[in-house]
Each structure stands twice: as structure tokens, then as C-alpha cells.
């Protein structure tokens, strides 16, 4: 039998994801799209359109998705999507997580 190797988390990647639980907890996703698609009529809860998808040469609405209650997005045309408003800014801006957690932190005046 071989072991496996249950490293702990460094330091940073600790608070990188206290960064990153901040950052969901303080940002609603509601707030958040508003901002991001800002021609979007979108409605209070759940999966919304979200318009054109940011993410291809789209043309026609209908194939992307938000969740408001969650951040998570979805294309069903070019197969983008993420779990949270996180993924959302690392897809959008070609970001590492690191990266997009400090540009939402500047962005919207957090840690």
C-alpha cells in the first residue's frame, strides 16, 4: 500500500480562501451582474438570461445563464461557466484566482 500525502494548506492558501469567503459573503450576485451586464433585465432569485454571453462572439440571446442566489454562470452555446462570482471575473479577465480575488477586493472597496 502506498501513502497518500495529506500536505496541510500553506499559509497563503489559507488566506486565500478566507480572501475568497470574504469576497462571496460580501458580494451579492445580484449586485454583481447588475454591475458586469449592465444591460441585462434580470429578475430577484435564481437562473436568469444573462443577455449575450460575455465570453464568445455571441449574437444571440438565450444560451447564457446566471444565478442570482449562487454567482454561478452558465453557456450552454461555448460550454463557459463557473460556481461564483470568482469564476465569473477569472473567465471574463483571464485570471488566476489569486489575481481575480485581489481585482474584486479593489473593485468593489473589500479587505
Known sequence: MSKQNHSRPSGLQLN???????IRQAISPPDFYRHEL????????GWNDGGLCPFHADNRAG???????TGAFKCFSCG???????????????LKF??????LADDWGLL
Open 98 to 103: 489569486a489575481d481575480a480575488l485581489a481585482r
Open 16 to 22: 486565500q480562501r478566507r480572501n475568497a469567503d470574504h
Open 63 to 69: 444560451s447564457f445563464r446566471v444565478n442570482l442566489e
Open 38 to 45: 449592465p444591460n441585462t433585465p434580470l429578475k430577484k432569485h
Open 80 to 94: 463557459a461557466g463557473g460556481g461564483d462570482v470568482i469564476a465569473f471575473t477569472m473567465t471574463l479577465y483571464g
